[in-house]
Structure formats: C-alpha cells, structure tokens
C-alpha cells in the first residue's frame, strides 16, 4: 500500500525501528548540505519538496514499523529535526516538536541498529559525551557537528524551517510482512536507484527463497547479510584507521569482498568482476528453477550464505590483528599486501593455517605470504593471477597439510620469479614505482642492522610520522654531477633513483635539508633514528665523499642483502 503524503503526516503515531539486517548509517557531510539546501530551496520557493519513497514493514505492535528503505533519510531527518528544536525560543514549540519527532516520554521516535543505540540518543538528548567507536558512529558524530553549524550559522528561523521540514514530501510503502517489503523495496530500488552488487545479491537470494522455498532462508538471509554489512564497517574502519592502503581507498567497498569471495567460491572466473559475480550466481539459481531442482537450489543458498559470512568473517580476524600484531601490521600497513592475494591469505584464515609455521623453513605461513608479495606480487603486479585464484579455491579441500601448503607456496615463489631476476629488478628498482616495497624493504633492513625487530608502538610511529624516501644525491642537484663522477646531466638521471642512492628518513629531517649539498646533509642523517641512515651518516663522515661508484657499491650490497633476505 502506497501513499504521498507530508512528512508531518509521515510521523503521526508511529515509532520506528531499524532491523538488525539494515546498513549502518553512512550519510556523510555533503549529504547533510545537499538535504538543508533542498529544504530551503523549498522553503523559499514555497514549494513542496519531494524526498523519495520510503519502505515500511508492520510489527507485532500497531504503532511501531521496522524502515526496510529509507533508514538513512529518516535518521538524518530526525536527527535535524532534535537540533532545531533546540534552538526554537518558545519551551511550548519545543516540547510539542520532540514529543512528535524525537521522544515521547521515554520512547524514542526511532531506534537504530543496537551497536549505534546509545550513541544516536545520546545525540538527540543534546548530551553527547561518547566518542565514537564505530564507522557509523564516527558518520553520526559527523553528521551532527555539521548540522549543529548549519543551524547556529545559516538558519534564520528555526521555526519556520522546521515547518518546511514537515512540509516535505514522501512516498511511503506499508507492507503487512518483512517478506513484502523487501520486495517493494527490490521494486522500487530496480528501478533507477543505485545499488551494490552485494544489495543486489541479498535481493536476489531472498527472491528465490521467499518465492521457491516457502521462505526458508528468509530470515537467514537477513541476519547473515545485517552481519556481513557490519563486519564491512568494522573492516573499513580499521583500514582507515591503521591506514591499510587498500582497504583504506574509497575504492575498496563491500563489492570487494563480493568479487574476492567467489574466486574461493566458484572456479567460474579468476578475476571476476561484481556484476559478474551476481550473474554467475543468478544462472546457478535460475538454471535450478527451470529444472524444477529445489533440493539443490535449497543446498546451494545455505552452502553460499555460509560461505559468503565465514569468507567476510575471516578477513575481518585478518585485518584487526593489524591492531596489535607486528607481523599483520607490517604486512597490510607498511607494505601494503596486493589485493589479488585477499583469497588466499583469507582461505588460510578460515582453514586455520596462516599463523603454521613451515615444516621445513622454519617460519609461518604469513611471514611465507610476505615473502611471496615483496619478491612476486610487487614486482610483476599481478603475475600467477590465475594460479593465487585456482590455490584459493582448491583451499576448500580439507586434504590440505601444511606440508602441502608448504609445498606450493615454495613453487609458487620461485616459478613466478627467480633470485637472478628478482636482484636484476632491485639493481634497476625505481622507487616511484612502488614505495610500499620500498619502505618494507628499508624498515625490515634497519630492523636486522640494530639487531631487533620494532615493536607494533615503534611501527605506528614510524608510519604516523610518514617516513620518506631520501636520495642521498639530491634529485634536484645544487651540484655539477661531473664532480660526483656522472657524465653529465642526463647520466646522472639515470641513476638518481636507484638503490644505492636512497635511504629512510623521517619526513621532519627531510624537509630540513632539502637538496642541500651532501656534506651538509650529514648533520641530518645524524640525527635519524633509522640505523641505516646513522650508520651511512657515520661511513659520510669519514669519508666525505659519496660518488658515483660509491652509489653502485652501495646499491650492489643493497642488492644482494634484499635477495638473500627475500629468497627463493
């Protein structure tokens, strides 16, 4: 049943509630200025502004409706509305306003997801002394410092805004079940609005359940994918917060963990993309409607939801021992592990087998992961793509030991690149191509030179004060290069950004000495804290001269260090 009507007659006599399936609340800044300027667009056009369709289910209780579309408005909107009130002059005005909107005695007038709870009342009494601990919690404090700006600074009156507020226009869907909501919303969402491919895929298991199997996994399909949306959170949230590259990048979404799933999944692709993803799965579920096979359409809904929410569940375990555990931390923040190995280093997660340690070498299976990324994966990018995606899948097989394990990461190593080819790449590495290996490379190195490993504090220090790739030989020399040894200028650009004439420095130190002459640099590798440049500061010196050959010296025992530590 639908009805436009004003949001003021939205309100009446309802209490709303957010299911535990929902999305957490993602609304950022400029979503919050785009909706204030619709609503003064409308007010000062006198026109009705309309916000789109809003999709309700009826619950046991009469007056109380779960929102299955429109969650994000809806919460936005109140929570505007209890910061206007609070600017209203007359005590009347505001009572009557957060009776009718926000709280009504001890009922709130919405009710988010349970991990978000006290935080949003918090927000909407005014007495916000929380600190945000989740992804959504950190867009609600967002959200309300934005609005509270908007009010005191471009809100003339609060009255009459909050009357354009309820002005507002809305499409409103009640529904008698959960069932038939989803559906609506399915309808309604199909038709223009954008959404995810892992939306999309919750629709359309929840379309085969409801539809062929009596309603099953309807409620399965609820809980698991609710789950699997809050995990996502959780995940984006550490990444951004430990600065994980990848899962940091506004372009890493829950698509990803989607597309990363079905290389485990389903031998179908090995780099498939999200609506790839959806139309494998759909041909799977569609291909058993036409034979009117409903046992195995049963087994392969189950089989896919387990599997979707162990796989998300597993890479969330992965990425928060970031948090605490050197090794984790090294391997996502500092070198940035590629993203084509995700499968893997997850599949390994699920199986219980990425902390092992080798039988023969002595080391666990993450340090091997390691190993492979900085002599494979960073070098030749996305070499062995479809061996990392076919070991992936056979993963499922429980017949894995860790001898076998051990077995092909050693010829997976090796066979994608050799030791000659790997030290030929660092004699000739231009730093610009991949500053992750760089710095892992670096900070590993000054790790073995003062004889112990950096603490997971030390690490985050490092990487918060953004250390910098320093070349000894400024690239942009105040030198004649013919007096270091270089033929001239174009000879000296060649070799500029080779090993031999890099070296990791904190950001202060290097901004201090710009392209100052190299003795005049000495007094600032001095006071580096990484051994290496110390060290090369001591061997300055003495010397007082870093030439040409000195660089290739230097590079050729850079070399063969990194290949002996990295090794095949």
């Known amino acids: 049943m639908s009805n436009q009507q004003f949001l003021k007659q939205f309100f009446a006599s309802k209490v709303f509630n957010i299911p535990k399936y929902q999305r957490s609340y993602a609304w950022e800044k400029q979503n919050i200025w785009d909706l ?10 006198k026109s009705n502004h309309y916000i789109g369709t809003v999709v309700l289910a009826k619950t046991d209780r009469e007056d109380i409706f779960n929102i299955v579309d ?60 929380l600190k945000p601990e989740s992804k959504s919690q950190k867009f609600m404090s967002d959200a309300y ?40 919303f399915q309808t309604v969402n199909d038709r223009g609005r954008g959404l995810s491919r892992m939306d999309k895929m919750k629709s359309l298991l929840f379309y085969f359940s409801n539809k062929y199997l009596s309603e ?41 963990l989607l597309r990363h799933h079905h290389i485990c999944f389903s031998e179908e692709s090995y780099d498939p993309t999200g609506q790839q993803v959806l139309d494998n799965v759909k041909s799977k579920l569609y291909q058993c409607r036409k034979d009117n ?12 939801l387990d599997s979707l929410l162990e796989y998300v569940r597993a890479f969330k375990r992965i990425i928060s021992r970031t948090i605490e555990n050197e090794d984790y931390y090294k391997l996502f923040a500092v070198l940035g592990l590629s993203a084509v190995y995700y499968p893997v280093i997850t599949q390994l997660e699920k199986n219980l087998i990425l902390n092992k340690i080798l039988p023969t070498k002595g080391i666990s299976v993450l340090k091997m992961v390691e190993i492979i990324d900085v002599r494979v994966l960073k070098i030749r990018e996305y070499a062995g793509k479809k061996h990392i ?38 004699s000739n590495f231009d730093y610009y191509k991949q500053t992750g290996l760089l710095r892992t490379l670096f900070i590993d190195y000054c790790e073995r030179l003062r004889g112990s490993t ?15 790739i320093e070349h000894i030989l400024s690239q942009n020399p105040n030198f004649k290069p013919r007096a270091y040894g270089f033929k001239n200028e174009e000879d000296f650009e060649e070799y500029k950004n080779l090993l031999g004439n890099l070296t990791l420095l904190e950001k202060n130190i290097n901004s201090s000495i710009k392209n100052y002459d190299l003795v005049e640099k000495l007094s600032g590798y001095s006071k580096s804290k990484f051994k290496m440049t110390s060290i090369f500061a001591t061997s300055l010196s003495t010397t007082r001269s870093f030439k040409k050959t000195d660089l290739l010296n230097r590079g050729q025992q850079l070399v063969e260090d990194f290949a002996k530590r990295w090794w095949a």
């Open 36 to 45: 204030f300027h619709d609503i003064q667009e409308a007010l000062d056009t």
């Open 216 to 256: 099953k996994y309807d409620d399965a399909i609820n809980d698991k994918f609710g789950e699997i949306f809050e995990l996502y959170d959780d995940i984006k949230s550490i990444g951004e917060d430990q600065k994980i590259n990848i899962v940091n990048s506004k372009l890493f979404t829950e698509d990803d």
């Open 293 to 304: 096979d409903f046992i195995f359409l049963d087994k392969y809904i189950s089989k896919y």
């Open 454 to 468: 950096y603490s997971i504090a030390e690490l985050r220090k490092i990487m918060d004060n953004d250390p910098t």
């Open 145 to 184: 410092e934005e609005m509270e700006t908007i009010v005191n600074n471009h809100i003339k009156d609060p009255l009459q805004f909050l009357k354009a507020i309820e002005a507002l226009s809305i499409l409103e869907f009640i529904e008698k079940s959960e069932s038939d909501a989803i559906r609506i």
């Open 389 to 426: 995606a076919e070991f992936a899948f056979n993963l499922n097989n429980h017949a894995w030991t860790i001898q076998k394990i051990e077995e092909h990461l050693l010829w997976f190593n090796l066979h994608e690149i050799s030791n000659d080819r790997f030290k030929d790449y660092l």
């Open 70 to 129: 429109g969650q994000q408005r809806i919460t936005t909107l109140v929570m505007f509305i209890g910061v206007i009130i609070r600017k209203l002059e007359a005590k009347e005005d505001q009572d009557f306003y957060r009776r009718y909107y926000v709280k009504e005695k001890e009922q709130f007038k919405l009710t988010p997801l349970e991990r978000d709870k006290l935080f949003y009342f918090q927000i909407l009494d005014g007495t916000l002394t």
